[in-house]
């Protein structure tokens, strides 16, 4: 089974500030990455595809990188409505989920 | 705009059965692989079973293969989830999600929590 996990655990950043987490597999996945954003007592909502591909409605801020076995989820200029949980979700074989990644307020 | 909805989590016993129901509107349905994806309290995220547009494909983690069944009805837009043989780790949020296997969750319903205690 592929493995994914994530670092940090937890960012604390400020309104506008730039975030970056990181996303790892324990095997090569290609491209076949996604991204979600969960806030509490929602449902996952998916920010990008194919490790760079902005799903539909998604600002522009968000934006995806990486292949292989390194992947990186950046947000150019956090906004209030950024502080979640995020996760990444490989789907080149099985379907395996990290483990998340809080970003929470400085 | 699509939607999905899901229905029939509550409480069960260890051993117990349990069905959920996912409605689906807004999509031509039939058109649509569909999975269920849970979540324990608070933590991570685990696809647990997806079935393809036809039906005639069905898929299955291994911690609930033998246990779970899942089945779609075209004509009404359902997706369901039996259960069966629950164990108390099969306590979680339970999601229905538009989506197949492997493959990335475009859609999400609001889920459904299954608590399996004594």
């Known amino acids: 089974d592929i493995q994914m996990t994530q670092s940090p655990s937890t960012v604390s950043a400020s309104v506008g500030d730039r975030v970056t987490i990181s996303c790892r597999a324990s095997?090569?996945?290609?491209?076949?990455l996604a991204w979600y954003q969960q806030k509490p007592g929602k449902a996952p909502k998916l920010l990008i595809y194919k490790a760079s591909f902005l799903e539909n409605g998604v600002p522009s801020r968000f934006s995806g990188s990486g292949s292989g076995t390194e992947f990186t989820l950046s947000i150019s200029r956090l906004q209030p409505d950024d502080f979640a949980v995020y996760y990444c979700q490989q789907y080149n074989s099985d379907s395996t989920f990290g483990p998340g990644t809080k970003v929470d307020i400085k | 705009e699509v939607q999905l909805a899901e229905s029939g989590g509550g409480l069960a016993q260890p051993g117990g059965s349990l069905r959920l129901s996912c409605t689906a509107s807004?999509?031509?349905?039939?058109?649509?692989?569909m999975s269920w994806v849970r979540q324990v309290s608070g933590r991570g995220l685990e696809w647990v079973s997806g079935?393809?547009?036809?039906?005639?494909?069905?898929y299955y983690a291994g911690s609930v293969k033998g246990r779970f069944t899942i089945s779609r009805d075209n004509s009404n837009s359902m997706v369901y989830l039996q259960m069966s043989s629950l164990r108390v780790d099969d306590t979680a949020v339970y999601y229905c999600?538009?989506?197949?296997?492997?493959?990335?969750?475009?859609?999400w319903g609001q889920g459904t929590l299954v608590s399996v205690s004594s």
């Open positions: 079935i393809s547009g036809s039906g005639g494909g069905t």
């Open positions: 095997q090569s996945i290609g491209t076949w």
């Open positions: 999600a538009t989506g197949g296997w492997p493959d990335k969750y475009v859609n």
């Open positions: 807004g999509l031509r349905f039939k058109s649509y692989a």
